[in-house]
Nanobody
Framework: QVQLVESGGGLVQPGGSLRLSCAASGIVYTIWTMGWYRQAPGKQRELVADITSGGSTNYAGTVKGRFTISRDNAKKEMYLQMDSLKPEDTAVYFC????????????WGQGTQVTVSS
């Protein structure tokens, strides 16, 4: 069984920063691409950023230059440093990973709320 657990969400003022973390646990042999997605009320879930096992990154245009994705393969963790936050960044942020466990699969965390408001 594989679990992905996010942490670090909360309430922040516009222009502020937050750092999200995602930790994988359970039977994990290999973690390929990991990513952060977000879903705002009434909207579809969208990709924020992803990172390959080799460290190549990809960002949505709306967050490029403000967010930084990283990972620690030894710790089986992924991070999202979010700076210059805007009200439109308000959403539930989900961790996703392509993991080889007893089977290879696409796993999701439970989500963490990020609210940007004054």
């Amino acid at each position: 069984q594989v679990q992905l657990v996010e942490s670090g969400g909360g309430l922040v003022q516009p222009g502020g920063s937050l750092r999200l973390s995602c930790a994988a646990s359970g039977i994990v042999y290999t973690i390929w691409t990991m990513g952060w997605y977000r879903q705002a009320p009434g909207k579809q879930r969208e990709l924020v950023a992803d990172i390959t096992s080799g460290g190549s990154t990809n960002y949505a245009g709306t967050v490029k230059g403000r967010f930084t994705i990283s990972r620690d393969n030894a710790k089986k963790e992924m991070y999202l440093q979010m700076d210059s936050l805007k009200p439109e960044d308000t959403a539930v942020y989900f961790c996703n990973a392509d993991i080889v466990s007893t089977r290879r699969g696409d796993y999701w965390g439970q989500g963490t709320q990020v609210t940007v408001s004054s």
